[in-house]
Every structure is written in structure tokens, then in C-alpha cells.
């Protein structure tokens, strides 16, 4: 039976635990401190296709998609992931912004994308609550939420039920090899043997792979969220400005923020979200916050009076290509990545982890794979060693 | 150049720490939510005291006020109520930057602003802190403190047939400020058996002298209980309240000194109201978002001059240790004096020191004989309240807290929203984190720490308002 220790109990390593107890492979999984702890717990649960263009990660949002019904369905309790299909619609409050939407969905729906322009009585009719003037208003059905740590610790409850081991506070510290292949990790808790070890560390995913003496070119992205007060049934989908697409795809280091604004089961409304490079700092910056009450309040005046009870931060782990790594190290056999995902995780934890499945037994994925790969030039730049 | 002295609170400490940095030379901003200063002492005050020993406590309101009219009367002082702290910022370098929304918390059109100071002293106090218990949710089981500022501040007393119950000095002059209000007190139960009491109390009594007027303040309570004939019971508590949408009786029982039950002392007793106190929790989110250290996860950590961690931050009162008034008030003076500039090794330093060492003496006194039983979860049941705000269970946390793929701080509370709700976890933080003492995760953490309307913080803050004190001075 193959040994396969997974570094990380965030989304994206429960998600490739379960997928590889479920091959038969004998799963371990090793986190430094607590499941669902650090960046999954501090996002909003996004599972999108609308903030995508065409290309390799619309296809592992798509393969995703159509996963995670039936991830929910295996599960004991589908209830506790808070699944709720309830569609996004980007909204454009300028004419230019107006074309660039309308040309980016015109480019998804060539791919597959359902992505229907509403009219402002339409929009009007979904969002009444919204501000009236929109340039322009798209929807997409098949944007999905989940609560992200029930998703993560679902799908780790699911893998250790199947027989995965997981290992609470222990920290890789380095690599066993012989013979230029992984044969296992030095932790905190002592050595643990592996045919195959999944770095799936998110943010500090390079800083994992330095402690296994590889390179990996992936950086903290620092992200910040507003709670509301619980509200009555206010906010119905996932509404965000188009200048979300452009702050997803940017790799300005400085503050980028759109609003994206929907609303929780709890009746709280949620408001993301920003994306600056700050490193590990954590510290919540007030100046950040109002940015992101006034983009919010564009999209939502009629929200001026909600109170924010809380806000939170976490870090995305960012590569510069914006793609996800998924795959073998060629460097380090044995060793493999799943990470990368930025903030789009959640969602594409699904998907990543069938990829690096079939990869892993030498299966055929259902996508290609290969823009995925760790030796492209933007994961591994040339000419630095570890 | 003037130093600039932000003093967050206006309590005993925040009062202290005010004059303190007046007498060091510095401009102050004294900040505090409420509209008058005082905070938690001010609404125990004056009627429970004149209740108890008009003459003695009297005595010490007149000193309460005799500082707060030569803090808010001094010319370098700029006194901001109705302001409260919001978030405080750490800069990349020098002293954190402290948020403030003016303005009444219920009217429109608060003003944000940003102070930045040269020395910050932080002095939030604490809020009551209650234990669970089965019933502890319905209508009519008021915390200490909320029956206190409802008899104080709207004269409305809580019910006609009340029972005080929990641990603490603080049940004494709740008692008698709802004895004075004209309630009728069935009991004053205290959790504590008598022999953890008098072992608490008994301890160093050569320290006991010093305090004495606060001893004798205790001993003039229970003096006017007993004119009342309202019973003092120690070792016994509430482990249950019952009733048809709010609370009609109590359930009492015998406690071992961990505060397990005796099985069958239960008693009932018909009641229309509930007092509970467990005592206090500090108001740490302000400190943590500065950076500062804590002590055991519980408190601020200060040096001997109550410096904290961070340089230029200093913290007094309730958020460095329970310790009551006298002892905040000459932690503050201290802090502000430091933080002021005044010189360590200064006389009046020397002597402040003295006394709140003195002060903190007895606080220790007093919670060595009031502690929190470890065993007080034994009360509760599966369908037990324990986060009121969002209803969670105690079984539904023990199930989160159980099983090791979802048992992290931060999964527990998404998975079962404890600490979710409007009080953002204050109520129910200590418990919680308490019952799942290996989640992790820090409960004091809160960035935003008052809510803000989404209108209020996408407004750009008003411009320097601190120059305001430099005005007034020159003004004179």
C-alpha cells in the first residue's frame, strides 16, 4: 500500500487525503497546529467560475464544480458544509468597466460558462437592494458558497473514517531521502516514512518545500473580510464589482480591493475582500477596512447603516501566474505540490486533488495537467537554488 | 515639545492614569464610551454605598470625585466622551495609533478619527464575567452588573423576589443596591464553601490593616444584610433556573469546595429574578491589537511601572488583574506618570507603587477566597446554553471539541457559531475556551473591537484632531 504523508490540513490537503484514502493509499496527514485553522477559516467559501477566464483554471474550476456534488453527497452530514448554489452577478458601474464585462463574459460563455446579462429591471428584480445605476449587470448561475472549515474538516473527518491517520501539532522540520528520492519527513513529532509526500501548505507551502530543499516560488497574499450584524434576508447572491476580475489577476504588491458582497446563512453579510503583499504580518490596518466599507457601500448604499461586528484577515498563498502548482517535484522524487490556489482554494480543492490523484497513479486527469506543473518559470525561476 | 498622553477609559485607572501624566507635564486625551467618567465604580455609585455606611463611603466617592473634577477641570487635558476605541493600529514603527468613532453609539453620523499619540495608556476595565448554567438564557437572570446599572441608571429594579447568587465581593453591594431599591432579597448565595473563604481571607493578615476601609466597606454589607435578615449562605449556588418563557424558580444546591454539587441539596425556590456574578473578565481586545503580552492568556503583562510589551503602551486597572478600584486608581497614576514622562525613581513614584502593591495585596486576598471551582461544568447538561448570542449547546461545542478533524479554535467556532454573535464571544469566550481548554486560538482577539457602521468607517477619518489640547492650552 502506498505511504502518502499530506503536509497541511487546510482545504486543499483534506481534500487530497480523502482523495488518496479513498484510492487506497495509507494517508497521513501532518499540520503544524489545528485542521482548517489558518487560511480556510478565513476565507468566504468561494466556489467560482465567474472570476475566471477561459484557460487551465476555469477547466479546474469546471472539473471542481461538478466534483463537489458528490463529495457532499458521500458525506454524513452534507448539511454542516452549508452548500448554497445561490449564483453571483458582477455588476460594472462604469462604461468602460461595462465593456470589459461584457467582453470577459462573452470569452466564458465561448467556454462554457453560463453567464446571462441582466437589465437593470432584472437586476433590480435579483438585487433589491442594490444600487439601481449599474453600467452593467452579469449573472452566473453556477457560482456556489460553502462554510470553508466545515468543508475542510467534512472532507478530513471523511479520510480519517476511511483510514487516514492525521497528526495535530507537529511541524515538518525536513526531509528523509535517499538516493535523490523522498523516503520520508523529520517533524516535530519524530520521522514519518512516505513513498510520496504532498506539500499542500497553502501560503507557507515554500517555506515547506525549503525545509525539503526545493524551490518553490509561493508567497503570502495578505486578504481581509468584514462581518456584519445579522440582517434580514438583504443580500440574495454573490454581488461583486468587476474590478474583482482585475484584482484577482493583478500582481500589484500594493492594496487592491473590490467588493464582494453576499450574505451567510447567519443572515451576516459578508464583505471581501482585499489583496495586498504584506508577508506574514497579520496586523489588520483600519485604512484597509474603510476602503473596503466604501467599495461595498457603492454596490450596497442602502447598507451604511449596517453595523460591522468583526473583521478578519488571512493570507492566500500567490503564485505570480495566478495558477495553481500541481504535481510532481522534479527535483525531489517523491515529493509532490498542491497548492498555489490563491484565493480561490475552497473551490478548486476538489478538483486539484482528483488531478493530483490520477497524476499520482499514473492516471489520465480529466484536464491537462500540465499548466499546472512545478517547473514553469513563475513557481521555479531559473538560476536561484534553494 | 508637549507629550502627547492618550488614555483609553475613564474609570478608576483611566482617571488615575490622566492625572498622573497632568502632573508628568503631558497633554492628555482622556477617552471613554460612556458620557460621564467613572466607569463600572461610577455605577455602583453612590447609592449602594450610602445603603451600606453612608459616612466611610461617602468618603471614598468624594475622593472619586475630587479626582475626576481636577482631571476634566485641567487645562491640558482634553476630555472626549462618548468616544470609543474602535481598533487600534500598530504602525510599523512607534506607539500604536488608536481609532476613535465620536459621538452617541445609538445617533447617527458619529465622526471617526485617528489619534496618535506619544504614549499610550490603556485602561478598558472589565465586564462581568457568568458562568452557565441550565436556564441561565431565560428572561429575568440578569447579570451582577446589568442589575446594577438597570437599578442605578433607570431605577428599574429587576423583580420583586430576587436571588443573588454566584462568587465574589461584588454580590454585597448588588445585594444592598437592590435592597435599597425595595426588592425583596431571598439570599445571598456564595459558591465558594466558608472554609475556602476564611482560608482566602485569612491569608497574611498582617497585610489586613492597611485595607481595612475596604474590609470594613464588606463587613458594612454584610452588617446590612443581616439587619434585612436577607441570608449570606456560603457553598451554595444556582445550578439551575426554570420557567415558562422567563425565569419562575431557582434550583439551589450544596457545593463541594471545587463547586461540585452535594447530591441532594437541591432545593426549588420561586423567584421572578436571577442575579448571577462570577466575577470580571478583563477587556483584553484592545491590548492584544496593540501587541501587548499577556499573562497566562488572562491579562495584560506590565512591568513594576505597568509598561507593557510594547513601547510606549502602558495598561492599569482591570486588564492588568482583577483588583478593584483603589488598586486601578494608583496602577493609573503610575502608568500615566510613566507614560507622561515623569521619572521612575521620583518620589511620588516610590509612593504610588507602595500603595498599589498594597492594593494588589489585598485584591489577591480577596480572590484566593472567591476563586472559580474547577468543577462547575458538572451543572451543565447537552442542551445547555453555554453562547446565548447564537444558541449553542454544550453538547454541540463537546462534539466539535471531540472529534480531532474539526476541533481547531477557529472550526469549532464556524462549525457551531459560539462567539459568533453580537457580543462577539465577551459572554462566552472564557467558557468556551475554558471547556475546550486545546483549541487554540487567541478569544481576545477581536480587530474590530466596538461596531462600526459600514457608512461611519467608509467616511475618511477627520483630520488631526488631537492639536485640539495644544489650542486649548495656548487658549489660556
Known amino acids: 500500500m502506498t505511504r502518502v504523508v499530506v503536509l497541511g490540513a487546510g482545504i486543499v490537503g483534506a481534500a487530497c487525503a480523502r482523495e488518496l484514502t479513498a484510492a487506497g493509499c495509507a494517508v497521513t496527514v501532518v499540520e503544524r497546529a489545528r485542521p482548517a485553522a489558518a487560511t480556510t477559516a478565513h476565507g468566504e467559501g468561494n466556489i467560482l467560475v465567474s472570476d475566471k477566464e477561459p484557460g487551465p483554471e476555469l477547466e479546474l474550476a469546471r472539473l471542481s464544480l461538478r466534483l463537489w456534488p458528490r463529495l457532499l453527497e458521500a458525506l454524513p452530514d452534507p448539511e454542516a458544509v452549508e452548500w448554497e448554489a445561490k449564483g453571483g452577478i458582477v455588476v460594472a458601474t462604469t462604461p468602460e468597466g461595462a465593456a470589459a464585462l461584457r467582453a470577459f463574459a462573452a470569452g466564458q460563455r465561448a467556454a462554457g460558462i453560463t453567464a446571462a446579462e441582466l437589465d437593470a429591471a432584472a437586476f433590480a428584480d435579483a438585487e433589491p437592494h442594490a444600487v439601481k445605476d449599474v453600467a452593467a449587470a452579469v449573472h452566473y448561475p453556477e457560482d456556489a458558497q460553502v462554510q470553508p472549515a466545515a468543508a475542510a474538516t467534512a472532507l478530513l473527518g471523511a479520510a480519517v473514517r476511511a483510514g487516514a491517520v492525521l497528526r495535530t501539532g507537529c511541524e515538518v522540520t525536513g526531509a528523509v531521502t535517499r538516493k535523490g528520492r523522498i523516503t520520508g519527513v523529520r517533524t516535530t513529532g519524530g520521522t514519518v516514512g512516505a513513498d510520496a509526500v504532498v506539500n499542500a501548505a497553502g501560503p507557507w507551502s515554500g517555506e515547506v518545500a525549503a525545509r525539503l530543499g526545493v524551490r518553490l516560488d509561493v508567497r503570502p497574499r495578505r486578504g481581509e473580510v468584514l462581518v456584519t450584524a445579522p440582517l434580514p434576508p438583504t443580500v440574495f447572491h454573490k454581488v461583486y464589482d468587476a474590478d474583482y476580475v482585475g484584482a484577482v489577476g493583478s500582481g500589484e504588491a500594493g492594496l487592491q480591493a473590490s467588493a464582494v458582497v453576499e450574505s451567510t446563512r447567519a443572515g451576516t453579510v459578508l464583505i471581501g475582500s482585499t489583496r495586498r503583499r504584506a508577508g506574514f504580518n497579520d496586523r489588520i490596518r483600519p485604512g484597509v477596512l474603510s476602503v473596503l466599507a466604501a467599495r461595498a457601500l457603492r454596490l450596497f448604499p442602502s447598507l451604511a447603516g449596517v453595523p460591522v461586528m468583526r473583521a478578519y484577515g488571512g493570507f492566500r498563498p500567490y503564485v505570480a501566474d495566478h495558477l495553481p502548482v500541481i504535481g510532481p517535484d522534479p527535483e525531489l522524487a517523491g515529493l509532490w505540490h498542491a497548492t498555489g490556489h490563491e484565493g480561490a482554494g475552497i473551490g478548486l480543492s476538489a478538483g486539484t486533488a482528483a488531478v493530483l490523484r490520477d497524476l499520482m497513479l499514473g492516471r489520465e486527469p480529466e484536464i491537462d495537467a500540465a499548466p499546472f506543473r512545478v517547473d514553469r518559470p513563475a513557481v521555479r525561476p531559473e538560476g536561484r537554488a534553494a | ?476
Not at chain 2, 465604580?41 to 451600606?52: E, T
Not at chain 2, 464575567?129 to 446594577?148: C, D, I, K, N, S
Not at chain 2, 509598561?307 to 486608581?329: D, F, K, L, M, Y
Not at chain 2, 482577539?445 to 466596538?450: C, D, K, N
Open chain 2, 1 to 476: 515639545m508637549t507629550r502627547r498622553v492618550v488614555v483609553v477609559g475613564a474609570g478608576p485607572a483611566g482617571l488615575g492614569a490622566a492625572a498622573g501624566a497632568l502632573r508628568a507635564g503631558a497633554a492628555v486625551t482622556l477617552l471613554d464610551a460612556a458620557e460621564n467618567p467613572g466607569g463600572q465604580y461610577h455605577r455602583m455609585l453612590p447609592g449602594a454605598f450610602a445603603a451600606a455606611d453612608p459616612g466611610r463611603l461617602h468618603h471614598g466617592w468624594r475622593g472619586f470625585e475630587r479626582l475626576r473634577d481636577h482631571v476634566l477641570g485641567h487645562a491640558r487635558c482634553d476630555w472626549w466622551p462618548e468616544s470609543a476605541v474602535w481598533a487600534v493600529e500598530r504602525p510599523d514603527r512607534g506607539v500604536p495609533h488608536v481609532h476613535v468613532l465620536r459621538g452617541e453609539a445609538d445617533g447617527a453620523g458619529r465622526a471617526r478619527h485617528v489619534l496618535v499619540p506619544d504614549a499610550l495608556v490603556l485602561a478598558p476595565g472589565a465586564h462581568d464575567r457568568v458562568l452557565p448554567f441550565p436556564g441561565w438564557e431565560l428572561p429575568g437572570v440578569h447579570t451582577a452588573g446589568a442589575a446594577q446599572a438597570l437599578v442605578k441608571g433607570e431605577r428599574l429594579v429587576i423583580g420583586d423576589s430576587v436571588l443573588i447568587a454566584g462568587t465574589g465581593p461584588f454580590l454585597l453591594p448588588v445585594a444592598a443596591s437592590l435592597l435599597d431599591a425595595g426588592a425583596a432579597v431571598h439570599g445571598v448565595l456564595e459558591a465558594n464553601t466558608a472554609s475556602t473563604v476564611a482560608r482566602g481571607w485569612g491569608r497574611r493578615p498582617w497585610e489586613l490593616p492597611a485595607e481595612s476601609g475596604k474590609a470594613g466597606e464588606l463587613a458594612g454589607y454584610l452588617g446590612l444584610l443581616a439587619r434585612r435578615r436577607v441570608p449570606y449562605r456560603t457553598g451554595r449556588a444556582v445550578v439551575e433556573a426554570r420557567g415558562d418563557g422567563r425565569v419562575e424558580e431557582a434550583v439551589t444546591a450544596r457545593l463541594r469546595p471545587d463547586w461540585s454539587v452535594v447530591p441532594g441539596t437541591e432545593r426549588t425556590i420561586a423567584v421572578d429574578a436571577l442575579c448571577v456574578t462570577h466575577g470580571f473578565s478583563p477587556r483584553l481586545e484592545l491590548p492584544v491589537a496593540a501587541g501587548c503580552a499577556l499573562r497566562d492568556g488572562a491579562f495584560t503583562e506590565v512591568d513594576a511601572d505597568q509598561r507593557t510589551s510594547v513601547p510606549g503602551v502602558h495598561a492599569a486597572g482591570e486588564i492588568t488583574g482583577i483588583a478593584g478600584a483603589q488598586a486601578a486608581r494608583t496602577e493609573g497614576l503610575l502608568a500615566g506618570w510613566i507614560a507622561g514622562g515623569g521619572a521612575p525613581d521620583a518620589p511620588e513614584a516610590v509612593r504610588t507603587r507602595r500603595s498599589r502593591d498594597r492594593a494588589r495585596a489585598f485584591a489577591a486576598r480577596l480572590a484566593a477566597a472567591h476563586p472559580i471551582g474547577a468543577a462547575w461544568p458538572g451543572w451543565l447538561r447537552p442542551e445547555t446554553v453555554v453562547c446565548r448570542c447564537e444558541e449553542t449547546t454544550y453538547g454541540a461545542l463537546l462534539s466539535a471539541g471531540g472529534d480531532p478533524s474539526r476541533n481547531s479554535a477557529h472550526a469549532v467556532r464556524l462549525g457551531t457559531r459560539a462567539g459568533l454573535g453580537p457580543c462577539q464571544g465577551r459572554i462566552c469566550g472564557p467558557t468556551v475556551a475554558e471547556l475546550l481548554p486545546d483549541a487554540g486560538g487567541n478569544p481576545h482577539h477581536r480587530p474590530v473591537a466596538q461596531p462600526i457602521r459600514l457608512g461611519e468607517l467608509a467616511q475618511p477619518p477627520v483630520e488631526n484632531p488631537i492639536e485640539n489640547t495644544d489650542r486649548k492650552e495656548s487658549a489660556r
